[in-house]
Nanobody, 121 residues
Framework: QVQLVESGGGLVQAGGSLTLSCVASGRIISINSMGWYRQAPGNLRELVGEITSGGMINYQDSVKGRFTISRDNAKNTVYLQMNSLKPEDTAVYYC???????????????WGQGTQVTVSS
């Protein structure tokens, strides 16, 4: 019913920048929080940043000052601008959204398929 499609990953040198995008589509009545998570090999999936429909933002401490999350509510899209990238930022980045698909229903969590970000030293 709901699909999240990420784009923008790739290979970049340390100190470089990338911008990730995630578009939600399908039967969407409303979206509350949208966010980005990442998972490196051997590690648990961790929150990178999240933004509510009202614009409240939360970041993981390690990316504060380097990454910026934003969203376009009209386009059901969330972005992650990543600057000053470090090798330790290498991971698969996943988009997440809390979506309501029925009027009066609850919000359910949906995930994208992930996009690889590799930062070389």
């Amino acid at each position: 019913q709901v699909q999240l499609v990420e784009s923008g990953g790739g290979l970049v040198q340390a100190g470089g920048s990338l911008t990730l995008s995630c578009v939600a589509s399908g039967r969407i009545i409303s979206i509350n929080s949208m966010g980005w998570y990442r998972q490196a090999p051997g590690n648990l999936r961790e929150l990178v940043g999240e933004i509510t429909s009202g614009g409240m933002i939360n970041y993981q401490d390690s990316v504060k000052g380097r990454f910026t999350i934003s969203r376009d509510n009209a386009k059901n899209t969330v972005y992650l601008q990543m600057n000053s990238l470090k090798p330790e930022d290498t991971a698969v980045y996943y988009c997440n959204a809390g979506v309501r698909t029925n009027y009066g229903g609850r919000y359910y969590s949906y995930w994208g398929q992930g996009t690889q970000v590799t930062v070389s030293s």
